[in-house]
């Protein structure tokens, strides 16, 4: 799966197919968590001039990834049999990376800015 169409994976092949009796609960909140990375990331770099308000997003993008993958797990305990055979865990994989990811950009910037507070 290439890495960037895994959040329309989501949106398109997994999100459609849960029952609806999860429309407010998981459905939501895998939405949301989906979204959520992404814009984080775009609205913490507006304020990478800020390091700590930087890191905040960061942080934040790293528990949404974290997030989805809890409520992708979900999926697949609830009602896994309704996926395509490995979808699920192919997705919880590149979330985990794109959350390694964000994290070592995190430490990254910490570096050159570290004896600034």
């Not at 398109?12 to 949301?32: A, I, S």
């Not at 984080?40 to 700590?52: C, D, N, P, S, V």
């Not at 990834?65 to 055979?85: P, W």
Request: hydrophobic fraction near 30%.
């Amino acid at each position: 799966m290439e890495q960037r169409k895994h959040k329309a994976v989501v949106r398109n092949e997994v999100l459609p197919k849960l029952p609806p009796n999860e429309k407010y609960g998981l459905k939501d909140q895998l939405g949301r968590s989906t979204k959520s990375a992404p814009a984080l990331i775009a609205e913490g770099y507006a304020k990478k001039h800020q390091r700590l308000n930087w890191e905040k997003y960061l942080t934040d993008c790293i528990g949404e990834c974290n997030e989805t993958i809890v409520h992708l797990s979900f999926c697949k305990d609830l009602c896994g049999h309704l996926f395509e055979k490995g979808l699920i865990d192919s997705l919880i994989t590149q979330y985990d990376i794109d959350g390694k990811r964000v994290y070592r950009l995190k430490q990254a910037w910490q570096q050159p800015h570290s004896s600034q507070t």
